[in-house]
């Protein structure tokens, strides 16, 4: 499951960089802030499966081990 998380991190980072470049190529326009925002929701995703709960287990954790 750490692959997946990686992944959408990568491709979270693969919008920012398109976003920027759309910026520059075309100025700001409704596609590149709709791909930040779905770069920040991606971001927050992979933040909350990583982030430690409680006990310093992280829900990516509990949910391999139910």
Do not use: C, K, Y
């Amino acid at each position: 499951m750490d692959w997946v998380l990686s992944l959408v991190t990568l491709a979270a980072f693969a919008l920012v960089a398109g976003a920027a470049w759309l910026w520059r190529r075309q100025g700001p326009g409704r596609q590149m802030w709709l791909m930040l925002l779905l770069a920040a929701v991606m971001f927050a995703n992979v933040a909350i499966w990583s982030v430690p709960l409680e006990g310093e287990e992280t829900p990516l954790d509990r949910a391999a081990h139910p």
